[in-house]
């Protein structure tokens, strides 16, 4: 009886399952689904077809060796390209869990010793580029802020220093992720992986419950978040740069109207990324559309990210995007502030074109 | 000429009152009303039950002896339960004028010697105990903030000691009273009173006009509140506890999709308080339903709390809530988002099972 | 295929262009925009008068000799008022730049010298009554918060000093400046000019283009922005005064609710302006009176002020913010909340009285 009933049926309709579930038929429900997950044509690679999937993006360690993305990319009639996303963050922060780690992994997976500053930005590169080899197109930032002062060399050198030295101070540390942060918008602009920033969550709100279950449980909770003051430095270099492209996400729903939105409109290199996680509904679909519209455009939209880690709500999540933006535009036409011509092509551009030029590589 | 006009032209007819109110018939509606209110069934014991009002929970001070509870529950054929709620805002808060009067106070009603910071809580626990059996389900905490953060024993006391004296800093006092915070819901889990937290009020904005009338007198208003990151202490200790329940109110509508429906969906004990005060209006209800139902559901919904000083609006506002709970939920049906039998369902449970569940004790 | 369309389309169909603009009829469209404003009835004090403009407010440099205002009233059979605002937001921003010439520019513009506080506030003094002799009703002020905490003379004083020798420090700066926006406040109370406060822009985002083009060009942007707290002093002085009246505008939309509202539903002297600049849109506005209306009512809105550069976009923008109300008062009126009747007096009062009651000096 929630309002998620609605991709719940889709899903649910998707196995051949057409009864509303219930505790009386959960067993019933279950091995209807475990039944048709055991035929062929409920493979995963059958189901990549089936969904009408071109490209899935999924996020990598920058030292993974993407041996399963060669190897996906060796089957031959595999309906769509998995890629591989560039996601630093634990390699950016010296007060992530397993940084001093990563500088060991980093040296070991890209050849250049990490423990020097300089060495540090080349093993990033080097893997940056290891990743584009692969098929990459985007990196992906989930920070604590967006933050994103850059530091002078000096200062730089000296705070490496002293975070492999575990001197760094929890100040420090900040300093150093934004700084990094800075250095990834400036090598986004020499190989043109599109940036992805995400801020604004709260990771392992529940500590007995992270100390019991481990990360990614169920409590990393939003944040009031603001881009326009952080993101400054980073924009103000790169955000005119026809190299440049990022996409701002976001979870506090306050900043499309007054941050994101307005820094699309003006800065060329801003995108809006869909509203996402705990926004990735109807109503909350809705909102964001009337909030982001009237100052950025369509144009700005980077289109529907589903970002799930179930596989087979892929299309549900799409089809009730659609439905959502058909909706709002349908909307514009019946109060006469767009053409039904207009709201067809808008909607065939955020579904279809959009978003493979937003997350096309803005260099060759 | 305002949207208010609904609930008033309610009030007003369950008056008999049914023309128009303006300046020109002020005055004899003004005496219709005067003539009704001197009739027997409009006394209030007779509204009571012609509003069919089940429970109405009162806010008291923690050294109140209610007798006016004791006498009103020893009234034959009363058609409703009027029940205390613990209110210890001014106990907690060195800051608050007449905490160290209220040290005495504790001290007389409890037995117990509040000027030791043991002492002090024993008294606290006394109180709550003698409020549950005059009839109390819940404690109501109006704070500046939410902050939670607990003090070290010897901290604690060593603050305690200060306030007495009057040498507490501003700072001291409010880590004093954010320790507070999280000792109520410790005493909530030994004694299951259902805590009401409703943060983010700046009182008495208005110094001269408090200096001549006093407190409540209209110019409370409200900051810009987070729930996040404060309350975390209490939600990590307490959160996960099934003799706890906590419920969250905001008069920043900022904080329901950001904050409290994402608590309310991974904390057990998080329950979402309807919108109030400043938020209690067809429009603000309409917002926060779709802000928070679609993270949290509807079964984390506290019901309609009506808040009000004035008894004779209660079915007004409640038949308000109501048409605008079914409003959003007629939507989600003609939406396809839920079908009309669990919308039927959902609505019974809101305003029937729900309210009773939530504040009911969690231990006997 | 943007929602601007019905805006453009409204402003192309007052120059008689009735194909939809497009790249292909691009330069027929520009010729014919040329042409017409070519004719005699598109000359400025024609369109005045077609658009039927009855008042039109500029904002003015406090300096200015505002010769062209006096050349306009001059003019016989003009069909509209054009009338000053004094918007002296660099004459008291001791970090603004430019404040130092300021001062001389004061001096000799009102013959106090402007080098002593004392003579600094009278200056301003002067020059808003000149301000007022030549037709003004209204100040205007921009600035980064609200803050309005007033000095003490012997700190002003110093503070004033210290700018003029240029070793005021940062914090000083800004104190000098909330100190101003109080005096301001207090001037509003002798003279009657009407305030209008718009905080929370970041000016010159993008240093570069800032550097090449100058200020405003287009990245002056949002930032979250807080009423209740920094504007308290002001409004604890001022807020219950006959004389005083404070118009605030916002670009946070989250501060109608929470913020401004609240605080004009409370203080006498506090209306709530239109939704302005990047919430000037339909669905924006929309949002404002649902968020706005409920708190504080129709009679403590300002009216709609459309703040543009763009003189042939007056009539289109205020036809687009009419058109929003009545449908806002329809959904009313349909869900019986509002009578037709009174709909009918609200949207009447919103366009034709309010805004001239409100924007009207409160002494004579």
């Keep these: 009886g929630t309002p998620s009933r609605y991709w719940l049926e889709s899903e649910l309709a998707s196995f051949g399952v057409t009864e509303q579930p219930s505790a009386e038929n959960a067993d019933a429900v279950f091995d209807a689904i475990g039944q048709r997950l055991a035929e062929p044509q409920f493979r995963p690679r059958a189901l990549l077809q089936r969904y009408g999937i071109d490209v899935l993006a999924t996020t990598d360690d920058p030292c993974s ?6 190897a996906l990319a060796a089957v031959a009639g595999l309906a769509a390209r998995v ?19 990563g500088i060991g992994a980093l040296t070991d997976a890209s050849g250049h010793d990490a423990t020097s500053y300089p060495g540090y930005l080349d093993a990033l590169r080097a893997r940056r580029r290891y990743f584009i080899e692969h098929g990459a ?19 730089a050198h000296r705070l490496h220093g002293a975070a492999l030295a575990g001197t760094i101070t929890a ?44 990360a990614d449980t169920g409590h990393d909770l939003p944040l009031a978040t603001g881009f326009t003051e952080p993101l400054r430095p980073l924009l103000e270099q790169f955000g005119n740069d026809p190299r440049f492209r990022i996409v701002l996400f976001t979870v506090d729903e306050t900043a499309f109207s007054r941050d994101i ?32 519209v009237e100052t950025a455009g369509f144009s700005k939209m980077a289109g529907f990210v589903d970002d799930t880690r179930a596989f ?24 006469h502030r767009m053409s039904q011509h207009d709201a067809v092509a808008t909607i065939e551009n955020l579904v279809v074109h959009q978003p493979r030029r937003v997350f096309t590589r803005t260099v060759a």
Tied chains: 1, 2, 3.
């Design 65 to 70: 060796d993407l041996s399963a993305h060669a």
């Design 312 to 335: 087979c709500s892929i299309p549900a999540r799409h089809d009730m995007s659609r439905r959502s933006d058909a909706a709002f535009l349908a909307r514009l036409v019946v109060e």
């Design 137 to 155: 197109t985007a990196t992906d930032h989930g920070v604590a802020d967006a933050g994103s002062e850059p530091l002078e060399p000096a200062d």
């Design 83 to 101: 890629i591989p996303t560039f996601r630093p963050d634990r390699y950016l922060d010296p007060a992530a869990p397993g940084w001093l780690e």
């Design 261 to 292: 939105a307005p820094l699309a409109g003006y800065y060329p290199a801003v995108f809006i990324g869909a509203p996402w996680w705990f926004l990735d509904a109807p109503d909350a679909i809705g909102r964001f559309r009337s909030a982001a």
């Design 171 to 214: 100040d420090e540390a900040v300093a150093y992720r934004r700084n990094m942060l800075f250095e990834m918008a400036r090598m986004s602009t020499e190989d043109g992986l599109v940036m992805q920033l995400h801020p604004g969550i709260l990771r392992n709100h529940d500590r007995a419950t992270f100390e019991r279950f481990g």
